[in-house]
Structure formats: structure tokens, C-alpha cells
């Protein structure tokens, strides 16, 4: 408001009246002087009028105004001093100059003002907050209470001096976060559960304890259906079927899922361990969904060798157990058919190609040439995809080259993604990763991908196929060819390169028959030399050159030994077969007294390559799994670009210690 009256603002309209009033007395003046004066003595008249009715209303109405400021001052201190929730105004420097009732109950101090607001609320950093926080909130626990902390900076002009206060209103969420949590902690889970190889290990019993094993695993699981508040229900001999939630499964993560240990303890005389796969499904939309989820945990813990248990959700996996070797299954069922399968799918398609891993080895070699065998076999137009030779398959390629029976054998990836067509047939052998594979492109140029692997299941794995042999218990993938060849032996003759190609690949991945050797391992060798393997021949499959042995005479020479039980070196010799030497070498190490697993580390144009072996009772494709690669309980890899082999090493020496303070 102005100090001044002012007509045009109090009274527009009658100000333009008044002033056709004045124009019109001063005209009549020039005409008529009496009744001029009497009209300008009205248009004075009138002006003083209406300025007294304006101060009058002016007056009034600022009366108005200050007697509904005093009202809206007592409400407004009323409001604040009666608010439901605490509140204290703060000096810069933390004191506090007022605070309302809810405030003092807050914090039960008989004698607040003054105090610093850091010596009452230990663990409120206003200065880190205002200097850091974008918003104008903070979250602080006190007196076992959770609040969030809205401050306000206001400004008050007193005396033209300027000041600034802090308002802080203290907002009470214990109660909401009790109820999100117990809201979050009865969230329902689906877990699965299946017995591995569960007839194998009944009939591991002598036939008077075998009831006894079903009792007891009855009555570990009814103890842990107690223990998580949860309901189970068996669904098969082998299979069943829980559903709990989260804070029975957080219960289970804080044990490290023992219920593992515990049911591996059964022993009524049973030559083969009672192992279990546990597979839960979390965090999903709906119980169908967590169903799903659990599914496919159950089914990644089936495929990498059972005695675990995996938690799925949207976007991550988390394991847990995983020590026990895949038990080796005595019946070949299921290699008849698949052998049955494979030849349909070869007939019904108009070509086929065959591809391995990344820098192939001899398992993945010699399988891809056994599979060759079979499609030359039923007249089909067959090449595998290779584009560039290393040194441990070189002397085979070498080999097959020399033989016409091979003519046109090898396609490069370039060829291969040109003619490849919605109607070929791709097999892969020795790997079910799509990254690892030799020409990834091609799993999504065609329709039809069949997957030959015996490597422990990871989370990446190729989906869609028409066809998956998984066998996480067999020696090798080239054992899995030969028992397919074996089925289709009326229809299947293989050539005596290519028997020699599988059986290197078994001597390969098994050391020669000293690790993941079973029953059926020999009896597929058996096979081969049958039709022709010539053992000698295999042999030199592995010979090296004298530069090969220096590089792992100076790994062995560089090694170092971590708590008496686990070996681990590096080198930075570059030669072309580095990932070969670096596995000889930590084959070698095994050989040393108290030494369990070895670790070694080499590279080649810029990729860091990781070769990891155990005796079995450290399980390396765990650790390996953590730097994205994989393999088996005992034998295992991994490859790092992008990274100099000095941060490699001490990533895989950090792994290694933080699964020791895990097992102690």
C-alpha cells in the first residue's frame, strides 16, 4: 500500500467524473461567472469529499490487514508450537534457538536451547549435509527411532540485519520401515529341490538301508521346512517342492545353505553320496513367475554338477555349495538317444556346420571332426568353422590336410555367415557359451543349433536348441561324440584320424586317464583303438618344442605358494601356445606334496589367459566363474582383456584368499 491517497487507484471510475465536473464549472465560467463559481464550488466541494471517503477506506482497510496479521501470527505460532511431528530452528552453527513440544519428548533434554544440535544427535553432520546434499533431506537413527530430516533455510530481516535460520522437522519412519520390512520378509519364494542321481545312490546301499536313506532325508528336510517357517511337499521320489519367503531364505544365505553338508552327511552304508540341487526363484511379479525362476536355478545347479543351491531373480544369480564331483551315470540311455536324435536332425537339414571354442584345444578339435564323420556319413555337406591355427591342435590339422578324405574340411567365419541359411544345421562342441564360441553370429542366422558340452553350466548358455547334450559327469566332449558314434555304428564309420582326433581329446582332458576317468571313459577308448586310434600316434598329438619347456621350467621357478596348499604363478613370456604351456605347468604342480591347486597366468596378444587345476578338493571352476570363465570341479580357465597380467595375477590371488577366509 502506498503512504499517500490515491484516486486513480482507490476510485478510478468517480475521478473521471470528478474531473468532467471541473472541466465542465471552469467552462461555464466564461459564460456565466455566478453559476460558474457555484459549479466550481460544488467540483471543490466534491474533490474534498472524496478525498476524506478515501483515507477513511484506506485507514479501515489497513486496520483490516494488521488485525489479520496478528491473527495469522497466532495461528501460524499456534500451528508450529502444536505441530504433530518435531521441530527445531537452528543458528549456522548448529545451536538451537526454539524447538516445539514434540521435539523435546524426541529427545527427553530438559535444557535444549543453546545446546549444539551435533552434541544431541550424534550422527547428524549438518555441515557435511548443506555442503553435499542436493536435496534438503537426510536420514538419521536415533534412540533406535529412523528419521528423515526436511531442513528448510529461512530468512529473517530484523532491523534491516539479515539473518538465516535452519527449520528442521524431524519425520518419524521406524513404523513404515518396520512395515516395509516385514512386508519384504513375508514376500512368498518358490524353491525346488531334487536329489542328484538319486536312483544311483539308493542302489549304492545294500538293499536292507536303502528305506533308511529315504527316512533320513525325509527327516532333514521336515527339520528344515521347520527351521524357515516354510511348506513342503514332495512332488516325486526325487523331486520337491517348497515354498517359503524371504526371511526363511535370508536364514538359509546366512548358513551358507548347510542344509547342503547336512544331507551330504547321510551314511547308511551308501558308496555314492546324498547330494541335493536346490534351485530358488526370488523377487518375481507374481508365485508363477518365482516358479519360473526357480526352474531355471534348478536347472543351471543340475548342469553344473548338483550338491548346490542357486537363488535366481530378474537380473542376477547367486550360488551357493558346489563341492562335490558330478557321480558318473552307469546307463548310456540317453547317449542312444541323443545319437538317434542328432542323425534326424542332420538328415532334415540341407548343411551343417561345426565349431568349437576360441582358440580350440584337442577335445574341441577331435569332437568336431567325430561329428564330421557322422554327417559325411549320412551324405550331408559338412565344414566346421575355424580361423586360425594354434599350436595344440596344429599337428592334427596338419594331419587331416594330408588326408583327401578331409578335402574342404575347414571354413572360415566370414564364408560361414554368408551361406549360412535359416535351414542349416551349427553344432557346438565343447562349450554351450555363446561368446566363447568360434563364430557367435552364426547361433542367430539359423534355426536349428545343437549343443554337445560336458563343461560345468554357467549363467550365459545358449538358449533355443533343438538339440542339448549336457553332461557335466562325462571325461570329455570327445567321449560324448564316441558314445554317439557307437549308437549309430550301422549307419556311422569313422576314419582312423578322426579316432585317433577323439581319443586325444579324451587323453587330453583327462591327463591320460588320471583325472574324471570313469568306467565309461575306458570303454570309449576301447572303441576307438578298436577302429583304429593308434596310441603312439596320439602321443605325439602332445609333443612341445624345447622353447615350451624353458617357459614352463621358469612359471614352476616363479611360483608361489599360499598357505602351504595352493600354487600360483604368472609369466610374461609370449609365445604362440601359451595357453597350453600354462595348463602343463599347473598339471605339474599338482604333483607337489600338500599342494591341492595351482593357479598360472599367461598372455598373448593382449588377452590374459588363466589355467586352473585342483586335486578336487578346491573347487576351481568356482573361482574361475568369478572372472568369467568356467570348466569343472578340477580343471578349469578363465580369459581377461583389457588388463596388464600384474592386475591380473593380483585379482586372481585376492579370489583365491577370499575363498580361504570363506572356508575357514
Known amino acids: 500500500m502506498r503512504n499517500k491517497p490515491s484516486f486513480r487507484i482507490n476510485m478510478p471510475e468517480i475521478n473521471v467524473y470528478i474531473l468532467i465536473i471541473g472541466i465542465t464549472s471552469i467552462m461555464l465560467l466564461f459564460y456565466n461567472l455566478y453559476i460558474g463559481c457555484l459549479f466550481f464550488f460544488g467540483f471543490i466541494y466534491i474533490v474534498f469529499h472524496n478525498w476524506r471517503i478515501a483515507n477513511f477506506r484506506k485507514r479501515e482497510w489497513n486496520r483490516y490487514i494488521q488485525n489479520l496479521s496478528l491473527d495469522m501470527d497466532e495461528t501460524t505460532k499456534k500451528a508450529i508450537m502444536n505441530l504433530p511431528i518435531p521441530l527445531c530452528i537452528l543458528e549456522f552453527d548448529g545451536n538451537i534457538s526454539w524447538y516445539n513440544n514434540k521435539f523435546y519428548q524426541m529427545t527427553e533434554s530438559s535444557d535444549l536451547l543453546g545446546e549444539n544440535i551435533d552434541s544431541i544427535i550424534k550422527n547428524l553432520n549438518l555441515r557435511k549435509v548443506l555442503n553435499e546434499n542436493k536435496e534438503m533431506y537426510t536420514d538419521v537413527k536415533y534412540k533406535e527411532r529412523q528419521y528423515t530430516v526436511v531442513y528448510n533455510v529461512i530468512k529473517n530481516e530484523q ?300 549363467v550365459e548358455f545358449i538358449q533355443d536348441t533343438v538339440l542339448s547334450f549336457h553332461e557335466i559327469y562325462v571325461s570329455s566332449t570327445c567321449e560324448m561324440v564316441t558314445e554317439v558314434v557307437q549308437y549309430l555304428e550301422d549307419d556311422v564309420k569313422i576314419n582312423k584320424i578322426t579316432a585317433e582326433g577323439l581319443l586325444a581329446g579324451i587323453c587330453l582332458d583327462t591327463k591320460f586317464f588320471a583325472f574324471k576317468t570313469g568306467v565309461r571313459t575306458f570303454e570309449a577308448s576301447s572303441y576307438l583303438r578298436k577302429s583304429g586310434a593308434d596310441t603312439t600316434e596320439v602321443k605325439k598329438l602332445f609333443r612341445t618344442d624345447v622353447q615350451d619347456f624353458k617357459t614352463k621350467a621358469a612359471i614352476i621357478g616363479n611360483t608361489k605358494i599360499i598357505e602351504n596348499k595352493i600354487c600360483i604363478s604368472y609369466t610374461k613370456i609370449q609365445i604362440e601356445n601359451i595357453n597350453v604351456v600354462i595348463a602343463q605347468a599347473a598339471d605339474e604342480l599338482l604333483n607337489v606334496k600338500k599342494i591341492e591347486a595351482s593357479f598360472i597366468l599367461g598372455e598373448k596378444n593382449g588377452t590374459i589367459f588363466i589355467s586352473a587345476r585342483s586335486l578336487g578338493k578346491i573347487n576351481v571352476h568356482v573361482l574361475m566363474e568369478k572372472l568369467g570363465g568356467g570348466g569343472h570341479i578340477d580343471i578349469a580357465g578363465a580369459q581377461i582383456e583389457g588388463m596388464s597380467i600384474e592386475k591380473a595375477y593380483k585379482k586372481v590371488y585376492e579370489i583365491i584368499e577370499e575363498y580361504l577366509r570363506e572356508e575357514d
Open 159 to 458: 532491523n534491516k540485519q539479515v539473518k538465516y535460520l535452519m527449520m528442521l522437522y524431524w519425520i518419524d519412519k521406524t513404523d513404515f520401515l518396520a512395515l516395509n520390512q516385514k512386508y519384504e520378509d513375508e514376500q512368498n519364494v518358490i524353491m525346488l529341490i531334487q536329489v542328484d542321481g538319486y536312483d544311483e545312490v539308493i542302489k549304492s546301499a545294500s538293499e536292507d538301508k536303502r528305506s533308511l536313506i529315504d527316512i533320513e532325508l525325509e527327516k532333514i528336510l521336515s527339520e528344515f521346512e521347520t527351521s524357515i517357517h516354510a511348506a513342503v511337499k514332495r512332488t516325486s521320489k526325487d523331486k520337491y517342492m517348497i515354498i517359503a519367503n524371504k526371511k526363511g531364505v535370508a536364514k538359509l544365505q546366512e548358513s551358507k545353505f548347510s542344509v547342503l553338508d547336512v544331507i551330504r552327511g547321510i551314511d547308511y552304508g551308501n558308496t555314492l553320496p546324498v547330494t541335493i540341487s536346490i534351485g530358488v526363484g526370488r523377487n518375481g511379479d507374481s508365485i508363477y513367475e518365482n516358479f519360473q525362476l526357480a526352474t531355471g536355478a534348478l536347472d543351471l545347479a543340475l548342469g553344473r554338477g548338483g550338491d548346490q543351491a542357486i537363488i535366481k531373480t530378474k537380473d542376477k544369480f547367486e550360488f551357493y555349495g558346489g563341492k562335490s564331483k558330478a557321480v558318473e551315470k552307469t546307463t548310456k540311455v540317453k547317449s542312444r538317444l541323443i545319437g538317434h536324435a542328432l542323425k534326424e536332425i542332420i538328415s532334415q537339414s540341407n548343411m551343417v556346420y561345426i565349431m568349437g571354442h576360441k582358440y580350440p584345444d584337442l577335445d574341441a578339435m577331435g569332437s568336431a571332426v567325430g561329428i564330421y564323420d557322422i554327417c559325411k556319413s549320412l551324405g550331408k555337406e559338412t565344414y566346421i568353422v575355424l580361423d586360425s591355427i594354434n599350436e595344440s591342435i596344429e599337428e592334427f590339422i596338419n594331419r587331416l590336410n594330408k588326408q583327401e578324405y578331409y578335402d574342404d574340411l575347414f571354413i572360415s567365419r566370414e564364408d560361414a555367415i554368408k551361406n549360412c541359411s535359416r535351414d542349416t544345421l551349427v553344432v557346438v562342441v565343447d562349450t554351450h557359451r555363446p561368446s566363447f564360441t568360434e563364430c557367435e553370429e552364426l547361433l542367430s542366422l539359423t534355426k536349428k543349433v545343437a549343443v554337445i558340452d560336458h563343461h560345468r553350466k554357467g
